[in-house]
């Protein structure tokens, strides 16, 4: 593998560890908090994330059935 290669390989790693870690620590603040009800904009300025990144894990969270999106535009946990 050419040192570019690893590099990029790194790269990708590192980033997929970064975003398992980020995830990890949303669904603990909403674990910890039963209430906890933000909209994507209020999420994306607590946990200081760019939009893209912001909108991307709370869809996956919502794919996967650990968050819901109500009508108002809030990010909960399922009742």
């Known amino acids: ?8 390989a790194r790269t990708v790693r590192s ?3 970064e975003a398992e870690g980020l ?10 908090m039963p209430g906890l009800s933000l909209t994507r904009t209020q999420a994306q ?3 200081q994330l760019d939009e893209s990144t912001c909108r991307t894990i709370l869809s996956g969270l919502v794919e996967t059935g650990f968050l819901q999106l109500t009508a108002k535009g809030h990010y ?3 009742q």
């Open 76 to 78: 909960t946990r399922p």
């Open 45 to 47: 300025r607590l946990w």
């Open 23 to 32: 995830i990890a620590r949303i669904k603990a603040e909403y674990r910890e």
């Open 15 to 17: 980033s997929h560890v």
């Open 1 to 8: 593998m050419s040192t570019a290669a690893t590099a990029l």
